[in-house]
């Protein structure tokens, strides 16, 4: 964004083009100061939102139908079992699409995205996930008529996911 | 560490219409790319992006499940699903993984007679 209004200065009051690179150079290099900076701290619960938002293109997010299993408190965060149900029929016109799972205080807090057909038979996973710190953990199911369901699951950590960050 | 060969645990035969329960897992370090090593290199990323079980019947690949992997996977990833039979046919999994490897592994699934009364 910051180039842009440079290139606009350009027109108006034609700066040198020397001092327009090092005028570019240095917003550059602040976005990359920036990015550098916010891109190793870790995912705030806004960020999440938006990530949120963007999987569930803006809808409607309703209650209930998903339960999530997940440890109140836990060892270790590298490997925390989650286990996901949906009360879905699972049939060839009513069926869990796509579960999303987001960890809001993870570095990145996509964690995965499943997606189902009715062969699956039965809505239901377990895994094992990445909990950095304490955090909530978020659960997004997309269903075969395109409404989505959210759940929420607290797990607090004693030792974090290491290497995660 | 490298990726061993993957282990499937689910039965060999069921009923028609029956849901399998199908645990599956890879040995694979699911590196980020962010944590550095004893000499404070950076170790390369290296993840499963995507997992993928289709199920094999009558000439045709049905999609049972499918999974995008994201950081927030634990290593050696682990994931226990379902599947309703519709027949006999071949389980195939399938993961990817960074630099374009993939492993996968098939298994065979028969459906017991209906007992004749």
Known sequence: MKSEIHIDSLEHYKLPRRQVLALGGAAFVTMAILGLTSSRSEASPLKTKERLAQLTHDAELQKGRVAITLPALTQDGARTRLKVEVDSPMSEDDYLKALHVLAERNTVPNVATYYFSPLSGKAEITTRIRVAKSQTIIVAAEMSDGSFYLAKARCNVARGAGGCG | ?117
Not at chain 2, 48 to 56: K, L, N, P, W
Not at chain 2, 57 to 62: E, L, S
Not at chain 2, 72 to 84: E, I, N, R, T
Not at chain 2, 91 to 102: I, K, L, M, P
């Open chain 2, 1 to 117: 560490m490298k990726p061993q060969a993957p282990r499937i645990r689910m039965p060999s035969i069921a009923k028609l219409g029956d849901v399998i329960q199908i645990k599956t897992k890879i040995r694979h370090p699911m590196e980020t790319g962010w944590r550095k090593d004893g000499e404070g290199k950076s170790v390369p990323r290296n993840r499963i992006t995507r997992f993928v079980c289709t199920f094999q019947h009558q000439g045709q690949n049905h999609e049972v499940i499918s999974a995008d992997y994201d950081s927030g996977v634990s290593a050696d990833p682990y994931l226990v699903f379902y599947s309703k039979v519709i027949g006999a046919g071949t389980y195939t999994f399938e993961w990817q993984a960074d630099g374009g490897n993939v492993y996968s592994t098939s298994v065979p699934m028969s459906v017991a007679e209906l007992p004749s009364s």
